[in-house]
T-cell receptor, first 114, second 114 residues
């Protein structure tokens, strides 16, 4: 059973460009969470999705950030018009259920904005 | 609101010595608690979790943690440190309600000296 997959592992963008981060959950998992880890900080929740639904986006910045989890295909975290402050590691986690279930993390995408 | 505090951003022990990483949580309801480990440039790996069963939880790689409700603590211990234990450790609480999102502490970097 393959683990959570994220790609790309590393992404370099110039200010103003768009960044697309992909996450394929573990087989059988329908709950996806995105977290951001800024340098020297812990992980901060961004958004929680189920297939075709955003359940909780309370941690998402109000502008430029969006997420989706379509019926088919991976979950996508999209950052428009990136700025240097977006440089961070973005982790995706999946679980078969919600509260109390273990979340399995992917290897992360490390975004560097020049 | 739930929160997690990890006391000590850096802990250094000698190989073979006891490892103690501290975690205190704030929650108005019985929590689900987790310890994750992160090796450099990798994702998070679950060490152990508490979900209201036994208060002493055993995890992988010889780690264990004890849930103490009276102290609102969930400290992580290992009797004898190994060089391979050097990593960053995160304590997390699963938010109650409908989302199950994880709220992380700031992390503790464990250094193991030969």
């Amino acid at each position: 059973n393959a683990g959570v997959m994220q790609n790309p592992r590393h992404l370099v963008r110039r200010r103003g460009q768009e960044a697309r981060l992909r996450c394929s959950p573990m087989k059988g998992h329908s709950h996806v969470y995105w977290y951001r880890q800024l340098p020297e900080e812990g992980l901060k929740f961004m958004v929680y999705l189920q297939k075709e639904n955003i359940i909780d986006e309370s941690g998402m910045p109000k502008e430029r950030f969006s997420a989706e989890f379509p019926k088919e295909g991976p979950s996508i975290l999209r950052i428009q018009q990136v700025v240097r402050g977006d440089s961070a590691a973005y982790f995706c986690a999946s679980s078969p259920q919600r509260v109390g279930e273990t979340q399995y993390f992917g290897p992360g995408t490390r975004l560097l904005v020049l | 609101a739930q929160s997690v505090t990890q006391l000590g951003s850096h802990v250094s022990v000698s190989e073979g010595a006891l490892v103690l990483l501290r975690c205190n949580y704030s929650s108005s309801v019985p929590p689900y608690l987790f310890w994750y480990v992160q090796y450099p440039n990798q994702g998070l790996q679950l060490l152990l979790k508490y979900t209201s069963a036994a208060t002493l939880v055993k995890g992988i790689n010889g780690f264990e943690a004890e849930f103490k409700k009276s102290e609102t603590s969930f400290h992580l211990t290992k009797p004898s440190a190994h060089m391979s234990d050097a990593a960053e450790y995160f304590c997390a609480v699963s938010e109650t309600g409908n989302t199950g999102k994880l709220i992380f502490g700031q992390g503790t970097t464990l250094q193991v000296k030969p």
